[in-house]
């Protein structure tokens, strides 16, 4: 993978979905902060980028539950 400067945002834990806020990953310190994560997609085999921006977006706007282990 191409080197890119990884991006690093300050999770704010309290907007969490509830279900999240009852698991070990509330916490945990290693999820107090997102960051970009590179990947390469398994179906087109190109690197992608998933950005601590839209992790953020996933986890405290839409609710959605995160887990980076499943990446």
Do not use: G, T
Not at 7 to 13: E, S
Not at 25 to 30: E, G, I, N, R, V
Not at 42 to 49: L, N, T
């Amino acid at each position: 993978m191409s080197e890119i400067k990884p991006n690093k945002i300050k999770a704010n834990k309290e907007l969490w979905p509830e279900a999240v806020k009852n698991s070990h990953d509330f916490h945990d310190p290693l999820f107090d902060f997102y960051y970009d994560i590179q990947y390469v997609c398994r179906k087109c085999k190109k690197e992608a980028v998933w950005s601590a921006e839209q992790q953020k977006h996933e986890a405290e706007v839409l609710k959605s539950v995160l887990r980076k282990s499943s990446l």
